[in-house]
């Protein structure tokens, strides 16, 4: 089982990184795919998360109008765009596997998810 984050670098405020998160060795057709991040000395938190068949999407407060999550499961990888960033943004971003996501339920906390990638650092500079 492995989910590969790639896609963070550094960019100036006000520019779009795009994100991907490549899976391999479970059936991700059952799974909702998340995206978290961890800034320097904060917890880890989610920031989106899509449901398995990418018709039902989650968004934090702080992704919203920003940000846009979509999957492609016969390429396996989901990926998330983030436009118009912030300072606020720079964070290690991680994408992870959960089966608990439905339409009355988002699993927002990081024992919700099964399988997680490696990180992908993301840095927004003023």
């Known amino acids: 089982v492995q989910l590969q984050a790639s896609g963070g670098g550094s960019v100036q405020a006000g520019g779009s990184l795009t994100l991907s998160c490549a899976v391999s060795g479970f059936n991700s057709d059952n799974y909702a795919i998340g995206w978290f991040r961890q800034a320097s000395g904060k917890d880890r938190e989610l920031v989106s998360v899509i449901g398995w068949s990418g018709e039902s999407t989650y968004y934090e407060d702080s992704a919203k109008g920003r940000f846009t999550i979509s999957r492609d499961n016969a390429e396996n990888t989901v990926t998330l765009q983030m436009n118009s960033l912030k300072t606020e943004d720079t964070a290690v971003y991680y994408c992870?596997?959960?089966?608990?996501?439905?339409?009355?339920?988002?699993?927002?906390?990081?024992?919700?998810?099964?399988?997680w990638g490696q990180g992908t650092q993301v840095t927004v500079s003023s």
């Open positions: 992870a596997a959960s089966k608990y996501y439905s339409g009355n339920f988002v699993p927002r906390q990081t024992n919700q998810y099964s399988y």
